[in-house]
């Protein structure tokens, strides 16, 4: 048996997973999944939100046991807390999500991308201090390949996302690199190119790089179909 913490991405909290823990549970594991700082029923202000804060919260909620399991945005936050703390987890699985790259800002790696689809829907708050997600959008870039219901479940819960966190960049040493990793890369994603996930990817053992023919919502549009990939990746682990 495993034992899962599952981090959201931009924008969403730990009610994405919600899904995804029945059937890890299901499989004989037991998994958590948490509200970052400025997510969810987190009520941290948007101003005092960071990567560090971030990274605090996912090793506040993990043990030498725990795989953490990061989606999208959250590959920089998991990485922070491997950078920090590597004895204090199995290991990593990201999910189509942002692997750092050392002194470069997720902001940055966005940038960097051959092309940008979700550009066209954030929408910057008057403060700037943070963005959200073009309403008409939101089917588009993240759900397009969901059930019935996702979409309205999320414009619910749906919330700011802070910029500064995405705007810091990351230091990696060998701690990080010490770190087990795999990745689940999502192959109809219209958020982060599938393309760019490969490579993010190129230099990783081939057997540590899955593939799921999901948009970028895999736990909404085949929340099994993850959980059984988790279960297989984490008998990898162990």
Not at 96 to 109: I, Q, R
Request: charged share 20%.
């Amino acid at each position: 048996m495993a034992r899962f913490l599952l981090v959201h991405g931009s924008c969403h909290g730990a009610w994405c997973w919600r899904a995804v823990i029945p059937a890890l549970e299901a499989l004989g594991h037991s998994a958590l999944a948490i509200d970052l700082p400025g997510h969810g029923s987190d009520r941290t202000p948007l101003e005092s939100v960071t990567l560090e804060s971030y990274r605090d919260a996912v090793l506040a909620a993990s043990t030498p046991e725990t795989i953490i399991v990061g989606h999208s945005m959250a590959g920089y936050p998991i990485s922070a807390a491997a950078e920090s703390a590597p004895d204090r987890m199995a290991g990593l699985i990201f999910v189509c999500a942002y692997v750092p790259v050392d002194n470069l800002s997720l902001a940055e790696m966005r940038r960097a991308a051959p092309r940008q689809p979700l550009l066209p829907a954030i929408v910057i708050s008057e403060d700037r201090l943070s963005y959200s997600i073009d309403p008409a959008q939101l089917e588009t870039v993240f759900y397009h390949d969901c059930p019935d219901g996702t979409l309205e479940l999320a414009k619910e819960n749906l919330c700011p996302q802070p910029i500064r966190p995405q705007e810091t960049a990351i230091s990696l040493t060998t701690r990080f690199a010490s770190v087990r990793k795999s990745y689940i890369r999502c192959t109809q994603d219209q958020t982060i190119p599938p393309e760019y996930q490969q490579t993010m990817t190129n230099s990783w053992p081939r057997g540590d790089v899955y593939e799921m023919s999901t948009g970028h919502s895999p736990f909404f549009a085949d929340p099994s179909g993850l959980a059984g990939l988790l279960d297989q990746i984490s008998k990898e682990f162990t």
